[in-house]
């Protein structure tokens, strides 16, 4: 069995493989597939001040080797997640990440102010790169100036691992990664969802109630794996490596790329168990290559 | 009853007629533990368009083989790849998911409405509510004559009504055109799966005749689970997710305009 420990900032992951936010739920939905304690963490369902209902079905459409989502956060505020959802994720024996999300800097700085109070939660996610919402969102991750002043002000009211989740909606997604970590990012995720469209020939209509969308899964790979890569280059703080995700080379791409850990998202839909698969995947590719500690794997693209 | 990821065997795949097949599928554990209503999850191998796996109701369940099915209507590329599978293969199927149908007393009237293959819930429901000893009623919608299936299966737990679109078997209309829905014979309970415009009409006759009435909703669902967000209907209580908190309604606690 070979060394899959890694470390972000603080955190200590027992494997570097995680979950990611929006499509895990609060990690009790896959309490009957597997022990999720065996994860290096999970993040949460992105979580907001303040209820928030969503957008109108239909709120997904399934693309070429992908999905379009358009969720918008629905999610019953911080109160609600305080009281209800907290309780049942502290028993988790694993990294547990809220993804936080606001449409001003007041509303990122309160949520996390919150959050910071939960003993549990061991770092936030901060979402930068909402592209379903109308207000904030996206807006706050595609604009360097905007990106580094949340990251600034959230910086002040939270001492524990800070990762900020990049927008791939961007022209030069290396700069913004420089402007959040020279505001105090202890980490960068990336990426968040392409924006993008699908329309319904027959009825000449949008197939999302939004008519874009974020398009997630195996057909934004390439592009996720080049902007890990580009990122990975350009800061000295650990990148988290998501996008299309579906197994254990998926996994080991993105850290040969430079992540030193990864999120699987859509692919927890199709399989649940795709995690655990991942986690003993990687085993298999180590104990094959010869590596006893997947650190020596990090960054090591071969040029 | 526990979720779970399984290999299931295909024990048999029988074509109803040009687009209707019933997949029977052998489980490890116990069939008995599914409620009429729950539906199964399926990965679709060979269809390389099809990357989200496809819900379906459970048709019925069988406790002597220990065995479930499915009833498929062939509509697009992953619905037809399915059709195709062969008995002695695999399907890789997340299940049971979802709520069922309230179960009657012993004694109630209920009327058991199915239209198109919204029909395939309605078997597991009419057995399991005559076994109860309820007084069963189906009734089943379908464009013609050559698109109704499994008539005399469901005569085996229920007096069966039937209609056509284009009066080729039965009453000519639509369900709610069939006498049985006049009101004269009081049902404790409708329950209805079909197309959304079949489901809000028989929700407008239970007004109309002050029946309860349970409607299971088929919405787009990417994880089947409760954790994608992506199947939500509107309720008097917000967006519910129909694969969690569904499929089954009652209509009273829908947003509908009916
Ligand atoms: C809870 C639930 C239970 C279901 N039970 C059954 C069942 O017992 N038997 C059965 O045959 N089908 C059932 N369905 C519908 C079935 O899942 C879809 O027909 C199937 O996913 C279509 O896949 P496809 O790849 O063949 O079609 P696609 O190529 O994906 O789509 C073909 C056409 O069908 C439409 N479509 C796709 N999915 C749905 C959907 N969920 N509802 C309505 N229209 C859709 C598309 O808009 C498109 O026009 C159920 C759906 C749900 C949510
Ligand atoms: C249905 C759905 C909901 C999502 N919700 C969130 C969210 O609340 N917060 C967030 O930061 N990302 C959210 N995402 C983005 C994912 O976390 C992930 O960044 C993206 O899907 C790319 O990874 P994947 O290709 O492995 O899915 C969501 C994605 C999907 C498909
Ligand atoms: S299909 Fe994902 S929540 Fe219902």
């Avoid at chain 1, 900032?9 to 597939?33: C, I, R, Y």
């Avoid at chain 1, 890569?229 to 988290?240: D, E, H, L, M, T």
Wanted: hydrophobic share 40%; net charge negative.
């Amino acid at each position: 069995m070979a060394d899959l420990r890694v470390k972000i900032d603080k955190l200590e992951l027992k494997n570097p493989v995680m979950t990611a936010s929006g499509t895990f739920g609060n990690g009790v939905e896959f309490d009957d597939f597997f022990n999720v304690d065996k994860l290096g963490g999970i993040i949460l369902k992105g979580t907001t001040l303040n209820h928030r209902e969503g957008n109108d079905y239909p709120r997904m459409a399934e693309t070429p080797s992908g999905m379009l989502n358009a969720v918008g956060l629905q999610n019953k505020g911080v109160d609600y997640f305080c009281d209800h959802i907290y309780p049942k994720v502290e028993k988790y024996d694993t990294n547990v990440i809220v993804n936080v999300n606001g449409s001003t800097i007041e509303e990122y700085i309160a949520l996390t102010e919150r959050i910071n109070e939960l003993q549990r939660i061991d770092a936030i996610e901060l979402n930068i790169s909402c592209p379903n919402v109308k207000q904030g969102g996206m807006a706050f991750g595609t604009s360097c100036p905007m990106a580094e002043q949340v990251t600034k002000e959230v910086r002040k009211v939270y001492d524990k691992t800070l990762i900020v989740k990049l927008s791939p909606n961007v022209t030069n997604i290396a700069e913004i990664a420089r402007g959040v970590e020279s505001q105090g990012a202890d980490a960068v995720s990336l990426v968040n969802t392409f924006l993008g469209m699908a329309i319904d020939a027959e009825t000449r209509k949008p197939m999302l109630s939004t008519v874009t969308g974020g398009l997630s899964g195996p057909a934004i790979k390439p592009i996720a794996l080049r902007m890990v890569w580009q990122v990975a280059q350009a800061v000295k703080i650990p990148v988290i490596g998501i996008g299309g995700i579906m197994d254990a080379t998926d996994a080991i791409e993105f850290i040969l790329a430079g992540a030193s850990a990864v999120q699987v998202g859509t692919a927890n839909f199709v399989e649940p168990n795709t995690t655990i698969n991942i986690i003993e995947g990687l085993d298999v590719y180590l104990e094959k290559h010869n590596y006893n500690n997947i650190n020596n794997l990090i960054g090591g693209l071969q040029l | 009853m526990k979720k779970e990821v399984s290999n299931l065997l295909v024990t048999k795949n029988i074509a109803l007629n040009h687009d209707n097949f019933l997949i029977e599928l052998k489980a490890d554990s116990p069939v008995e533990q599914i409620l009429p209503g729950q539906f199964v999850n399926v990965k679709v191998e060979k269809s390389p368009n099809t990357f989200l796996r496809r819900p379906f109701s459970v048709h019925d369940t069988y406790p002597v083989t220990n065995s479930l099915s499915i009833l498929v209507k062939a509509i697009g590329d992953g619905t037809k790849a399915l059709s195709a599978i062969k008995e002695g293969q695999y399907l890789d199927v997340v299940f049971p998911l979802g709520n069922g149908f309230k179960m009657p007393s012993k004694g109630e009237t209920v009327l058991l409405i199915g239209g198109g293959v919204g029909i395939a819930p309605m078997m597991h429901l009419a057995r399991i509510s005559k076994e109860i000893g309820a007084d069963v009623h189906i009734l089943l919608g379908a464009r013609t004559l050559n698109d109704h299936i499994l008539i005399e299966e469901f005569k085996r737990y229920g007096k069966v009504h039937l209609t056509t679109d284009d009066g080729s078997l039965g009453k000519k209309g639509f369900v709610t055109d069939h006498p049985v829905m006049d009101g004269e014979i009081r049902f404790s309970r409708y329950q209805c799966c079909g197309p959304d415009p079949m489901m809000q009409a028989v929700a407008r006759k239970a007004k109309q005749n002050e029946t309860e009435c349970e409607v299971s909703l088929e919405n787009m669902m990417a994880c089947g689970f409760g954790v994608c967000l992506c199947c939500v209907t509107k309720t008097h209580e917000g967006n519910k997710c129909v694969c969690t908190e569904g499929p089954v309604f009652n209509i009273n606690d829908l947003e509908w305009q009916i």
